[in-house]
């Protein structure tokens, strides 16, 4: 049986962040994780960084011993709900199978308002969840000031911050905007051409 707990860190005048016994999770403990998490596609942010972006964190503590962290995922608070964005683990199977765990546990529960843009096996992983996916139309309205490119009805591409590298993305949870209503989905010609367009690169299935 388990011996980890779960606590909701926030963010002290300090920069620091405390769990109920006042344990600060440091940058240097959450570079640790992201290098370990994202060793196999490159991490996009640093544990200042982080501290700096984040508004909210879930973090996995050991209940034997309050000073160590096993994992996180942390959200940004949008006026559509918790945007979910980045993770980090210590690389042990309990950690990354408690991380999921909760992860899909957050993201199930329509009264979280939690989402998150996905691809590759974390997109695959959300499909066997059976977390809804967020039509692109919603998307877009989910994403206000970004630059996105519908390529069919579920996914789209654009740039994440901090680089220039274009993304293929399709969003999955229950964002607030995800409860107005959607028009029928109109195909364009220019989505069919973004679409073919990312099919040749092999970023997009066949459809």
């Known amino acids: 049986m388990s011996s980890h707990s779960t606590k909701l860190f926030t963010k002290m005048a300090r920069g620091r962040f405390f769990d109920e016994q006042g344990n600060p999770l440091t940058p ?15 991490v996009l942010f640093s544990g200042d960084a982080l501290k700096q972006e984040a508004d909210g964190w879930f973090v996995g503590v050991d209940e034997n011993n309050p000073e160590k962290f096993h994992w996180f995922f942390t959200f940004k608070t949008t006026p559509f709900g918790k945007k ?5 683990h210590d690389g042990s199977k309990e950690a990354k ?11 199930t529960n329509p009264n979280e ?4 843009e996905a691809s590759g096996r974390v997109q695959q992983l959300l499909e066997s969840w059976g977390i809804p996916k967020v039509p692109v139309a919603t998307a877009i309205k989910v994403l206000p000031g970004k630059k996105v490119i519908p390529i069919d009805q579920w996914s789209y591409e654009r ?7 274009k993304f293929v993305k399709t969003m999955y949870g229950y ?3 995800a409860s107005l209503i959607v028009k029928k989905w109109s ?14 690169k092999g970023f997009a299935p066949k459809v």
């Open 28 to 42: 240097q403990q959450i570079d640790d994780f992201l290098n370990i998490a994202y060793k196999e596609i490159g």
């Open 84 to 88: 979910i964005f980045a993770v980090g």
């Open 97 to 107: 199978k408690e991380l999921l765990q909760f992860k899909q546990e957050v993201l």
């Open 113 to 116: 308002h939690a989402y998150i």
């Open 159 to 165: 740039t994440i911050s901090g680089t220039t590298q």
């Open 175 to 177: 964002p607030k905007a």
């Open 187 to 200: 195909w364009k010609p220019q989505y069919r051409s973004n679409l073919l367009k990312q099919q040749a």
